[in-house]
């Protein structure tokens, strides 16, 4: 795997931490599951919302048992192996970055939501007032600067060559782009606002920086297909790409509101809740997974 896709895969996904659990194997098969648990790891199941979803799963007929782990490179393999029926931890980029490496198919089963990289401006209030030929920052590693420049062209700030991707760069940039990128170290883009038109800023540095994720001018746009590849998913094994029970716990992620605040909640107002087709999910996928390839 290439240098430059390692980075990309980690771009909302921290790298520390150690294995908590994985003990048992998986008791759901395809097809009806009542009367079976159906075991779905994840990462962070401190948060509240899944007591909430658990419960809400029950009302259902269906019982859950979540399975916690905090080591990101863990859930795919257990998933693969039959430990889990289902993990929900990753978005598309991680999944294809696994799927590749592991020489693996494991598959999109469902959305839940996108956590949105933001541009902020300490001089305009909104993108439409940025001036043409302003000078806006975007982080220099590669996976934020990819993620950063699509967010400017969404928002008609700039335009990329061959409509950009996940490994986009600065030099992508086309000329006729209503403003100039500077890349800068993601520490640096914050405190360089009052010399720029606005900066891409990492979710990380917001509140360092004075500032609230609702201040945001422009974020990913989740209607854009560009920014498909940064939705969190439910994952699943080829062969359960159409089990009913397993679809049916991702619609009850999808629409019980009180699951659904709490996502909200748990990612401090951050999170956009999505629900983009499964078929779409697949042709991000394996378009995702096709570039990694090329680009090894």
């Not at 854009?224 to 940064?230: G, H, T």
Request: contains cysteine; charged residues 20%.
């Amino acid at each position: 795997m290439s240098k430059k896709f390692i980075a990309a895969a980690a771009i909302v996904l921290p790298l520390s931490l150690a294995l908590a659990g994985c003990a048992g194997g998986s008791s759901a098969a395809s097809g009806d599951a009542a009367d079976e648990v159906v075991r779905i790891g994840v990462v962070g199941a401190g948060d509240p919302y899944w007591e909430t979803y658990t419960e809400a799963a029950a009302a259902e007929g269906i019982e859950v048992e979540i399975v916690d782990f905090t080591e990101y490179t863990q859930p795919n393999p257990a998933l693969a192996a039959g430990e889990l029926d289902l993990n929900q931890f990753q978005h598309v980029i991680y999944l294809a970055t696994y799927n590749v490496q592991a020489d693996d198919d494991l598959v999109a089963l469902g959305s839940t939501a996108i956590y949105p990289l933001g541009l902020y401006s300490t001089q305009y209030g909104s993108v439409e007032e940025i001036p043409e030929g302003s000078t806006v920052a975007v982080p220099n590693d590669e996976s934020n600067q990819a993620r950063g420049l699509l967010v400017l062209q969404s928002a008609g700030l700039i335009e990329l060559e061959d409509g950009g991707s996940i490994f986009s760069t600065v030099a992508d940039v086309l000329p006729e782009s209503k403003v100039t990128v500077e890349a800068l170290d993601a520490a640096f883009t914050a405190t360089s606002l009052p010399d720029v038109a606005a900066a891409i800023i990492n979710n990380d540095f917001v509140a360092d920086a004075g500032l609230e994720f609702d201040d945001a001018i422009a974020v990913d746009d989740p209607s854009d297909p560009n920014a498909v590849p940064y939705i969190n998913i439910f994952a699943a094994r080829a062969e359960d790409a159409d089990n009913p029970t397993y679809l049916k716990l991702i619609e009850i992620y999808q629409d019980t509101q009180t699951v659904t605040d709490g996502v909200i909640e748990a990612s401090g107002g951050t999170a956009v809740l999505v629900k983009t087709p499964a078929a779409d999910l697949a042709t991000s996928l394996a378009e995702v997974e096709d570039d990694i390839r090329a680009n090894q």
